[in-house]
C-alpha cells in the first residue's frame, strides 16, 4: 500500500506541534545547547510527558513561575503538580512559535509564544494565545528551568456549534445574561456600598424613551423597617386570597403558614430596591417600558458582581408600598428587587429552543 507525502508530512507535523498521548522520549543530558533544551521542553509538554518533562527543570525546590491566570507557584513541587494535572485533561493542542534562545556562561533564556487550544466545561473550545519567557541556568552541565513566565496575549472562546470566536469578555457578558435567576433566599451577609453603588450607577444607563430618565430608585436597607414590611405584606396577602375566594379558617391559617414561609425567605436579603418611576416625565406612556429596562439593567448588573435579585410585585401591591415607604403619589412602583448573595443558586430551568421563538424576515 501506498501512502502519500502529503499524509506523512502531516503526521511528522502533528508529532512536532500538537498534544499527543505521552510517549518514550529523550532526557536532557549534559552537553546539550540551550536551543536543544528548549526544544526538549516544547515537544515533553506538547506530549504530556512529564519525565522528559522535568528533565530540563532544576533540581532545586525553589521555582519561579507565573501562569497566564496571573497565578504564582514558587516551588518546583508545585510547578509538577501544575503540569501533573494539565495533562490528565484530553483534546487540547499547543503549537509554539520559537522567537529567540539566548545562551549565556551560566544562564540563558528562551521566548516564544505558544497557541494553545483545549475544550471548554461548556462544550466549546478555549483558546489562549501567550508569550512565554523560560529561564534557564547551567546545573551539573546542563540547562535547567528556573523560571517560567507566561504573558496572555488573548483568550478567546469558541461555540462547538457555530464557531464563531468571542473574547473572554464578550463570553462572560453572555454568560452573566443566561446565569441570572430570580433568587427567594439570601443569606445575610452584607452588600458593600461601593459594590451597591456600582450595580445603580449600571441601571442608569438602561434605554430611555427620549433618554427622559424616568426612574427613582428607592433603597432599603433598615433591617427593621424591612421586618415590618414583612408583616405588612403577610397582611396584604391574607387580605387579597381572602377576597379571591372564601377560606374556612383551616385553610386560612394554611395560607398565612405558606405565605410567611415564602416571605420570610424572599425578605432575607440585605438590600432591597423599589425600581420607581416619574409620571411626570416627559414621555409618561413610556414609564413602564423604561422602568423595566432599568430593572433588568440592574438584575444583571448585580449577577456579574455575584449577587441574586428578583423582579417582585405580587408580594407587594403598588399602592400599598406607597403608603408604606410613603412614596409621592406621582411615582410608579415597577418592581421591588433584592440584592444579596443566595443561600444556593437554582438551577436553570428548561427554556424554549431558538428556532422555536425565532422568525427571520417574514412570516410563512
Excluded at 88 to 100: G, T
Excluded at 147 to 176: H, M, N
Excluded at 249 to 258: F, G, H, T
Aim: charged fraction near 25%; hydrophobic fraction near 40%; include cysteine.
Amino acid at each position: 500500500m501506498r501512502i502519500s507525502k502529503s499524509l506523512i508530512v502531516f503526521g511528522l507535523l502533528s508529532l512536532v506541534f500538537f498534544h499527543v498521548p505521552a510517549v518514550s522520549q529523550p532526557a536532557n543530558r549534559p552537553g546539550m545547547s540551550l536551543k536543544e533544551t528548549f526544544d526538549l521542553y516544547v515537544k515533553a509538554v506538547q506530549s504530556s510527558n512529564l519525565e522528559s518533562l522535568f528533565s530540563t527543570v532544576t533540581d532545586k525546590e525553589t521555582l519561579f513561575f507565573l501562569t497566564s491566570g496571573g497565578r504564582l507557584i514558587a516551588t518546583r513541587s508545585g510547578y509538577y503538580k501544575f503540569h501533573e494535572e494539565w495533562f490528565q485533561e484530553k483534546d487540547w493542542e499547543m503549537p509554539v512559535d520559537h522567537i529567540e534562545v539566548h545562551e549565556g556562561r551560566d544562564f540563558g533564556y528562551a521566548t516564544a509564544q505558544y497557541h494553545y487550544k483545549g475544550s471548554d466545561p461548556a462544550g466549546g473550545r478555549y483558546l489562549l494565545d501567550s508569550w512565554f519567557t523560560l529561564i534557564f541556568r547551567k546545573e551539573g552541565g546542563m540547562w535547567k528551568v528556573v523560571a517560567d513566565v507566561r504573558t496572555p496575549i488573548s483568550r478567546t472562546f469558541q461555540d462547538s456549534d457555530s464557531g464563531f470566536p468571542i473574547s473572554a469578555e464578550q463570553k462572560f457578558l453572555l454568560d452573566t445574561l443566561k446565569s441570572r435567576r430570580t433568587i427567594r433566599k439570601f443569606k445575610p451577609t452584607p452588600v458593600p456600598q461601593d459594590h451597591l453603588i456600582k450595580i445603580l450607577d449600571a441601571a442608569r444607563f438602561a434605554p430611555t424613551a427620549g433618554n427622559q430618565q424616568p426612574w427613582l430608585f428607592l433603597v432599603v436597607r433598615d433591617r427593621a423597617k424591612l421586618d415590618s414590611l414583612k408583616e405588612a405584606s403577610l397582611s396584604w396577602a391574607i387580605e387579597a386570597a381572602a377576597k379571591r375566594r372564601s377560606l374556612s379558617s383551616e385553610e386560612l391559617a394554611a395560607v398565612r403558614e405558606s405565605l410567611a414561609k415564602t416571605l420570610e425567605d424572599v425578605l432575607s436579603a440585605p438590600v432591597y430596591v423599589a425600581v420607581l418611576t416619574d409620571s411626570k416625565s416627559s414621555y409618561p406612556d413610556y414609564n413602564v417600558y423604561d422602568g423595566s429596562l432599568a430593572a433588568g439593567v440592574l438584575m444583571i448588573a448585580a449577577r456579574a458582581l455575584g449577587y441574586g435579585t428578583g423582579f417582585f410585585t405580587s408580594y407587594f401591591p403598588e399602592t400599598r408600598m406607597k403608603e408604606f415607604f410613603r412614596i409621592p403619589d406621582h411615582y410608579n412602583l415597577i418592581c421591588f428587587t433584592p440584592i444579596g448573595i443566595p443561600e444556593a443558586w437554582p438551577q436553570s430551568p428548561a427554556k424554549k429552543a431558538l428556532a422555536e421563538i425565532v422568525v427571520f424576515d417574514k412570516f410563512e
